[in-house]
DNA sequence: AGCGCCGATTCCGTTGCGGTAACCGGGGGT
DNA sequence: ACCCCCGGTTACCGCAACGGAATCGGCGCT
């Protein structure tokens, strides 16, 4: 194993879970804000770095996941810790309590691969009858 | 078991469901638009006429049922049935698929009653340190 | 000295969602 | 004739969320 104190940074997101093509965009539920599910996600497999969260999201500026990470923070479903370190380094983990949230968004994707494509089926058929 | 087919209308609309204290509103889902979980709930015990629904809605303007239907409608989460008659009724009723969606809010709705209180006394704790 | 990296924060513009108000149209009752 | 009920629809307004650009500050490297 590479690392452990806890999780593995060599297989760290899953690329294709955040790509455009991803239908969270088209399912039709929404945990917290619009990334927090994602911050979830990025964080089920361990604490994550400020920069690291910035990965998958490479296409949002650092107000996303900073703002996102503080509103979860208030709400204690994750745990920022700074080190006062040279090269300034901050991480992010879920607290048990954040954990808790990862098995509804399970529930949402299991909802989305088994029903979604009927839902676009039909929104299409009735929006465009064309 | 009462019946299947049709749907008690003496028991139609759990007011507590509704009322303004109802956790809903702070629970960091949503399954759609805002109230398209609340159509869902009150579908879930059968058909239901338009006034029907805008009972527990009755602080809304038509406008918010009425739009949500056709919106879940399109996406073939209720069909929409309008009867000719003299007093014009028009019933709505979960599709199979709508009613794919009733364990995702049940779901949300078993981990609210768990854990949303911890997420307010976190938020309680951390926005108002006071 | 200047550049760049890390980790943010703040401001600002836009967009979309949510909500209120007003209007429509037919039938029946008084 | 008038009003009311049922079942909507449309137009308009306001706010909060979303997203992007610009800025900040310490430190190391060149």
Same mark, same amino acid.
Not at 12 to 40: E, N, Q, T
Not at 90 to 118: C, F, K, M, N, Q
């Given at each position: 194993?590479?690392?452990?104190?806890?999780? !593995?940074?060599?297989?760290?997101?899953?690329?294709?879970?955040?790509?455009?093509?991803?239908?969270?965009?088209?399912? =039709?539920?929404?945990? *917290?804000?619009?990334?927090?599910?994602?911050?979830?996600?990025?964080?089920? *497999?361990? &604490?994550?770095?400020?920069? /690291? %969260?910035?990965?998958? %999201?490479?296409?949002?500026? &650092?107000?996303? &996941?900073?703002?996102? %990470?503080?509103?979860? /923070?208030?709400?204690?479903? @994750?745990?920022r810790t700074a080190?006062?370190?040279? &090269?300034?380094? @901050? /991480?992010?983990?879920?607290? =048990?309590? *954040?954990?808790?949230?990862? =098995? %509804?968004? !399970?529930?949402?994707?299991?909802?989305?691969?088994?029903?979604?494509?009927?839902?676009?089926?039909?929104?299409?058929?009735?929006?465009? =009858?064309?």
């Open positions: 194993m590479a690392d452990a104190t806890a999780h !593995d940074r060599s297989a760290p997101l899953d690329p294709d879970m955040f790509h455009p093509l991803c239908p969270s965009s088209a399912m =039709p539920f929404r945990v *917290g804000d619009k990334w927090s599910g994602m911050v979830i996600r990025c964080l089920q *497999g361990g &604490p994550r770095r400020f920069g /690291e %969260l910035r990965v998958p %999201l490479k296409a949002v500026t &650092p107000k996303v &996941p900073s703002e996102t %990470l503080r509103a979860m /923070e208030r709400d204690g479903l @994750v745990t080190y006062d370190e040279n &090269p300034p380094r @901050v /991480e992010y983990a879920l607290t =048990p309590l *954040g954990r808790t949230l990862i =098995p %509804l968004l !399970d529930a949402a994707r299991a909802w989305s691969e088994t029903h979604l494509p009927a839902l676009l089926a039909a929104r299409r058929a009735a929006g465009q =009858p064309a």
